[in-house]
T-cell receptor, first 113, second 115 residues
Framework: QQQVKQSPQSLIVQKGGISIINCAYENTAFDYFPWYQQFPGKGPALLIAIRPDVSEKKEGRFTISFNKSAKQFSLHIMDSQPGDSATYFCAASMVGSFNKFYFGSGTKLNVKP | NAGVTQTPKFQVLKTGQSMTLQCAQDMNHEYMSWYRQDPGMGLRLIHYSVGAGITDQGEVPNGYNVSRSTTEDFPLRLLSAAPSQTSVYFC??????????????FGEGSRLTVL
């Protein structure tokens, strides 16, 4: 059973639009929620992360929204660009887990010019 | 900066053969891990290590062995390859949890096909 569920599986957005990817989790012991970005032929790289003591974190065009009561979090990419086309993974980990992460199934984003 | 280096990048095996995927990092990270990436499944943790001489199992450890004799190296051994092990394998490292950011640094992956 997947600990972190991610949707949608794929997403097509026009240049300048907003891309939204959603994740949900069950284990309330999770306390760190990162998003990783992966380009073809490369390993994932950390994009942005949040802890559950805040409801939102913004870095440039990328924002994480976190809803602790609903056990959901989402990534918003504002003013999406073709260079944002990649696969995005949400993940979760917990205190004392020595950085063991549970990843979502991934969302392939295609931003059309 | 080399970061995390994986070899080989591509490998084709026959069922029953054994092989070792190599992983080395030059960031003096204590924590190292192996993930496999399969379509629709995301990344799943195979084995991890919190320091030299210490390893433990992740979500999908069956059919794989690891050891950690040095801080820098963390090889993954397939004992008797099966078609179900066809996947892309990623090695990752990070500072130990707790005071660290929790950021995983990934290698570029090793694509394995088992016939």
């Amino acid at each position: 059973q997947q600990q972190v569920k991610q949707s949608p599986q794929s997403l097509i957005v026009q240049k300048g639009g907003i891309s939204i990817i959603n994740c949900a989790y069950e284990n309330t012991a999770f306390d760190y929620f990162p998003w990783y970005q992966q380009f073809p032929g490369k390993g994932p790289a950390l994009l942005i992360a949040i802890r559950p003591d805040v409801s939102e974190k913004k870095e440039g065009r990328f924002t994480i929204s976190f809803n602790k009561s609903a056990k959901q979090f989402s990534l918003h990419i504002m003013d999406s660009q073709p260079g944002d086309s990649a696969t995005y993974f949400c993940a979760a980990s917990m205190v004392g887990s020595f950085n063991k992460f549970y990843f979502g199934s991934g969302t392939k984003l295609n931003v059309k010019p | 900066n080399a970061g995390v280096t994986q070899t080989p990048k591509f490998q084709v095996l026959k069922t029953g053969q054994s092989m070792t995927l190599q992983c080395a990092q030059d960031m003096n990270h204590e924590y190292m891990s192996w993930y496999r990436q399969d379509p629709g499944m995301g990344l799943r943790l195979i084995h991890y290590s919190v320091g030299a001489g210490i390893t433990d199992q992740g979500e999908v450890p069956n059919g794989y062995n690891v050891s950690r004799s040095t801080t820098e190296d963390f090889p993954l051994r397939l004992l008797s390859a099966a078609p179900s092990q066809t996947s892309v394998y990623f090695c990752a490292s990070s500072l130990r949890g707790g005071g660290g950011t929790g950021e995983l640094f990934f290698g570029e992956g090793s694509r394995l096909t088992v016939l």
